[in-house]
């Protein structure tokens, strides 16, 4: 692996530690004070919201200025966000600014591996990248949950500088203080990331043309027959994924007792398995081999419905290592492969907008739907049995759907992955 990538793997983990961590923060804050429930859910579609509206235009702008430089502006955002929050807006409206800055970030951490990397090691790459990134989500809810505990959060509100109030006088606000540094960590690393030698391409000056541009890249990569395959996969685990973050908060209090802080420590135990599952599908799938992993995909289903079963943390532990290796490896080469389809259609950063655009698109209507839920007052072993049975219907559809595709367009299907398995540059 390049240098650079290293430098890219360092920023993208403390910028995604601080965004769970942040979530964290942000439940115990709405608890606290008394909000109505169906806020604590909202948190993830709010989160979603700006990936979905600025997907046409977040894609350009990540190929038409250079990506390090693009990742220090969104970090940048998210400590704006996360000021926000600190000094009395709405934390709804707080993390949705922060997922403004994530919306801007993703394009170009995913679009300069495609840049800096040969098509080769791009499922090693995102082998690294998935695994690190789950590994910062959970080790970021992790953290968050001990910010607002009583030892951190009581070092960090004995903190006194003379003659300045910041107005910090909570655990939930002493963590979203100490999210701001973090922030700003990962935006000085930014700044070391190499430029690489890809052109850019100049944004569009009319924002219709853009839109058109993006609609065009859409249609091309849920036109193309392993695109629309990956694409459809990613979509679903990621908008299911991006709302069980809050759910199993729901979850463990319903099932075990347990307070935010506590479950936030439980959802730690998900890394082992979830990095493990990471690291063995980047060392042994190539790229032309990624969608074999599909039937997994029915199998994670199952394993969500199996949450509603388990009543103690014996057997919870030992469950959701497994279920978090199953999830990374089976996202690892579907993100590979979905990247090395969308470089070669319409160029890296307009590619990742695409992706993002559908999987956050899922995020926002599935977490509306768990939002309509809770008014409704349902459980959440309701909601988790009704997302689980989603995703094993859907990916079953989705596997029938590659398998009539070999059948009816083999010889597309064939050339495509023959160029996965060939190019090289």
Aim: proline letters at 5%.
């Amino acid at each position: 692996m390049k240098k650079g990538f290293y430098t890219i793997m360092a920023a993208q983990f403390f910028s995604s530690l601080a965004d769970n961590a942040l979530l964290v923060a942000a439940i115990e804050l709405l608890k606290s004070s008394n909000a109505p429930s169906w806020q604590v859910p909202a948190l993830a579609p709010m989160f979603a919201l700006f990936y979905v509206l600025l997907a046409p235009f977040v894609g350009a702008f990540a190929d038409a200025v250079p990506k390090g430089r693009v990742m220090f502006i969104s970090n940048s955002i998210k400590v704006l966000g996360c000021l926000m929050m600190l000094f009395g807006s709405h934390p709804l409206l707080a993390y949705a600014v922060v997922g403004l800055g994530a919306a801007a970030y993703s394009p170009a951490k995913y679009g300069i591996l495609t840049e800096l990397l040969p098509p080769s090691q791009l499922v090693k790459a995102n082998g690294w990248i998935e695994g690190l990134t789950i590994g910062s989500i959970i080790l970021g809810i992790l953290l968050g949950g001990q910010l607002i505990g009583p030892r951190l959060s009581g070092l960090l509100l004995g903190f006194d500088f003379p003659g300045i109030d910041f107005g910090v006088d909570t655990p939930p606000e002493a963590a979203i203080a100490a999210m701001v540094l973090v922030y700003m960590l990962a935006a000085v690393i930014n700044l070391y990331i190499p430029r690489t030698e890809a052109p850019l391409r100049p944004l569009a000056a009319n924002p219709a043309e853009l839109v058109r541009d993006f609609a065009d890249c859409n249609s091309r990569l849920w036109s193309d027959k392993l695109g629309q395959i990956s694409l459809a996969t990613t979509t679903l685990l990621w908008g299911v994924f991006g709302n069980l973050r809050v759910i199993v908060f729901a979850w463990a209090a319903a099932a075990l007792g347990y307070s935010t802080m506590q479950a936030s420590n439980l959802a730690g135990v998900v890394i082992l398995g979830s990095v493990i599952g990471a690291v063995i599908a980047s060392s042994t799938l190539k790229l032309d081999r990624a969608v074999g992993v599909l039937p997994l995909g029915i199998a994670v289903g199952f394993l969500m419905i199996g949450l509603n079963f388990l009543t103690n943390i014996w057997t919870a532990v030992p469950f959701l290592v497994v279920m978090g290796a199953v999830c990374g490896y089976l996202v690892v080469p579907m993100n590979a492969l979905l990247q090395h389809r969308g470089h070669n259609l319409m160029g890296a950063g307009r590619s990742i907008a695409v992706q993002n655009f559908n999987e956050q698109a899922c995020i926002l209507a599935l977490g509306a739907l768990y939002v309509g839920m809770v008014k409704l007052g349902l459980s959440a072993f309701s909601a988790i049995a009704v997302l689980g049975t989603s995703v094993a219907v859907v990916m079953w559809l989705i596997r029938r759907w590659h398998q009539r595709n070999c059948i009816d367009h083999s010889d597309e299907v064939e050339r495509l992955l023959a160029i996965a398995r060939t190019d090289k540059h």
